[in-house]
């Protein structure tokens, strides 16, 4: 039997017509298989969770039917309360489905503590741009030493107390200078 004989037989025919139904079929209950598990019309929209606590936001996102992940305690703010949420992805408004998880990064409870530096016998103006650098402030209250050398840092001190290199600081802290005044031996 020629090729072209047999594609114009009555059983290769029905074999093509059951084949173009049973693809049909399988197309039809993928379709309804996956309407019902990806819950395609359903959405819930992603509340706003900065500045709470992580307490506040397990009890909205369980309302939700929302699951959350911490990532990280980004940096100090001081203007979020300790350990609040301070980003989210999704962002809130975004529309999202049950059971998804909203990525949190809080706030730390203080600021990062930072090595101290090595300003020892270096001119006030480059300690002061290596300590604002760094993440520190500068204090108003200089104390001056006799010293040959003026405005040469000769010691820290924090709070009123004397600090040494290597010591850790919260970021932020405010460090005042001893000096020398120019005028001693």
Partial sequence: ?????????????????????????????LMQWLRITTNHSQKIQVPDLSKLTIEEVKVKLEE????????????????????????????AGDFVKENRK??????RATYQDIKLPNVLTKSRRNAETVLKAVGFRIGKNHKYVPDLAKDIVRGLYHNGKPIKVGDKLPKNSVIDMKLGDGRGR
């Fill in 1 to 29: 039997m020629s090729l072209l004989n047999f594609i114009k037989s009555k059983t290769f025919l029905k074999q093509v017509g059951f084949a173009i139904i049973g693809i049909l079929i399988f197309l039809f209950l």
């Fill in 64 to 91: 939700l039917d929302l699951d959350m992940k911490i990532l990280d305690s980004t940096n100090y703010n001081p203007t979020y309360p300790p350990l609040s949420v301070i980003e989210q992805d999704p962002e």
């Fill in 102 to 107: 909203i990525y949190l990064k809080l706030n």
